[in-house]
């Protein structure tokens, strides 16, 4: 399958953003798919990740109340709308996808990636 990641942007702080990602070679089902974001310096981590099968999903910590997964299965599209952004969530964002029900927060489990969007928050 193969992912392509999109909606990044400069916005201020308190502003929103809706990231893309479309899958193409085939679609979403029996996959989970995640987004991670790695920012200058540090390791790529886990934001927000969304079982296809029975849409359950879960979010690291600090995007919590902020972050949202959601999907189109007519489209194979999964998105992530970022609302209240923060400086520290300036990053490269990433869409990944692999096989299984279950949300995994380890990027070694994904074994799909799509070529990542920079977010930039300024303050």
């Known amino acids: 399958v193969q992912l392509q990641a999109s909606g990044g942007g400069l916005v201020q702080v308190g502003g929103s953003l809706r990231l893309s990602c479309a899958a193409s070679?085939?679609?979403?089902?029996?996959?989970?798919v995640a987004w991670f974001r790695q920012a200058p310096g540090k390791e790529r981590g886990f934001v927000a990740g969304?079982?296809?099968?029975?849409?359950?999903?879960d979010y690291t910590d600090s995007v919590k109340d902020r972050f949202t997964i959601s999907r189109d299965s007519a489209k194979s599209a999964v998105y992530l709308q970022m609302n209240s952004l923060k400086p520290e969530d300036t990053a490269i964002y990433y869409c990944?996808?692999?096989?299984?029900?279950?949300?995994?927060?380890?990027?070694?489990?994904?074994?799909?990636w799509g070529q990542g969007t920079q977010v930039t928050v300024s303050s």
């Open positions: 990944a996808a692999g096989p299984g029900r279950m949300v995994v927060r380890s990027r070694n489990w994904y074994a799909y």
């Open positions: 070679g085939r679609t979403f089902d029996s996959y989970t």
């Open positions: 969304l079982s296809w099968s029975d849409g359950k999903n």
